[in-house]
């Protein structure tokens, strides 16, 4: 092992801007001198360019990963009275949305191997009163959507993807995004595709809903001071477009990076892995796995955790309390034990440094520190 690598950030930002840093500053320095910070060419060519790439007709613009996921549920008419069904497991915006919007958050268990949205349980949860279903792609892997789908079709109700940790991921050769209703992205910078700052965006083929979230993102107006529908501020800022703008053509090589980082842990940690000590993440058949974390599962997950802090390794927990044992949910009615699976994820799971700049001799030593902490 070499003796220079002692410590590992769980995210290295600097890493990926300098190559790219006279590019950023130079789209920065337009924005500056055109002064169109709301709205304009930069947002408006950001949105051309992710349209193509995710092979939707429609891509908006939006403030954050949260502000599509509320816009896009708004733009369906998401509101009190309706259920949503969606995950017991994810970052918290993809349930919060649905309470803040006065409709009831309908938890499913996860698949306990890929810990995305687990389809009969879907098809078990659907009521009259089912306005959408929000499925994960989480960690960067799609959700088994045919399943879904079909459910949805046959409810008649809206699919949601919550896309924000998967841009670029891909179900059967086409990119998530474009397989629901809608589909919702987040640019936060951590991300793969991350901004400088807040950043979303959502994503669909229909045009009439394209429209809706157009208004909703500017109060609900399309001409100044004339507003059809109670919208909200979720503009994109044209600065944050002009950086995702020269980040965008980097993505597929990033991503490429991410994978055959992915696929070193799969080898060094395969002796931990044959003893049982450490369960690998899988990329299921059809899926393309973009390992926006890379995401592995442990006994006694916090003490490796705490050890491997000791050794300067950044490690993450994604995510401790499932929302069905969160204290804000506790009205709804769920109690422990309901969703074994996700509970199980929330005491095992462990993401591992991933980003595509991580050396092998990083890696080398990750691993050597989870095979000193395991013991």
């Known amino acids: 092992m070499p003796s220079h690598v002692t410590s590992v950030p769980l995210l290295d930002l600097n890493a990926q801007f300098a190559p790219i840093r006279d590019d950023v500053l130079a789209a920065i320095t337009r924005v500056c001198d055109s002064q169109r910070f709301i709205g304009g060419p930069e947002v408006e060519g950001l949105e051309r360019e992710l349209a193509a790439a995710l092979e939707v007709a429609e891509a908006v613009g939006v403030s954050s990963g949260t502000d599509a996921l509320m816009a896009a549920m708004m733009a369906i008419g998401v509101g009190p009275g309706d259920e949503v069904v969606t995950t017991a497991y994810s970052f918290f915006a993809t349930a919060g949305c649905i309470a803040r919007l006065g409709a009831r958050p309908v938890f499913v268990d996860i698949d306990p191997v890929t810990c995305n949205l687990e389809p009969a349980g879907v098809a078990a949860a659907l009521r009259p009163r089912t306005k959408a279903i929000v499925p994960v792609h989480l960690y960067g892997c799609s959700a088994d959507m045919t399943p879904i789908l079909d459910a949805a079709g046959r409810a008649g109700v809206a699919v949601i993807e919550d896309a924000a940790q998967a841009i670029g991921a891909r179900y059967h050769g086409r990119p998530v995004g474009g397989l629901g209703t809608l589909g919702c992205f987040s640019f ?56 995702l703008r020269v980040k965008l053509p980097h993505l597929a090589a990033w991503t490429g990076a991410r994978r055959r980082n992915a696929d070193r842990y799969r080898d060094l940690l395969a002796p931990l892995a044959a003893k049982g000590r450490v369960r690998l993440p899988v990329e299921p058949a059809g899926c393309f796995h973009i390992y926006n974390q890379f995401v592995i599962r442990v006994d006694s997950r916090d003490r490796v955790k705490a050890g491997l802090d000791a050794r300067r390794v950044g490690a993450e927990i994604y995510y401790p309390v499932p929302f069905h044992l969160q204290e804000c949910f506790a009205h709804l009615g769920y109690r422990k034990g309901q969703f074994p699976a996700a509970e199980d994820a929330a005491d095992e799971t462990l993401a591992l440094p991933i980003y595509g700049e991580l050396t092998e001799d990083q890696q080398r030593y990750v691993v050597e520190s989870i095979a000193q902490v395991i013991g």
């Open 188 to 243: 936060f910078p951590s991300k793969n595709l991350g901004a400088f700052g807040d950043g979303g965006l959502v994503t669909t083929s229909d045009p009439s809903l394209a429209h809706r979230v157009r208004l909703i993102r500017n109060h609900g107006a399309e001409t100044k001071y004339r507003h059809a529908m109670v919208g909200a501020n979720f503009r994109l800022d044209a600065l944050q477009a002009a950086v």
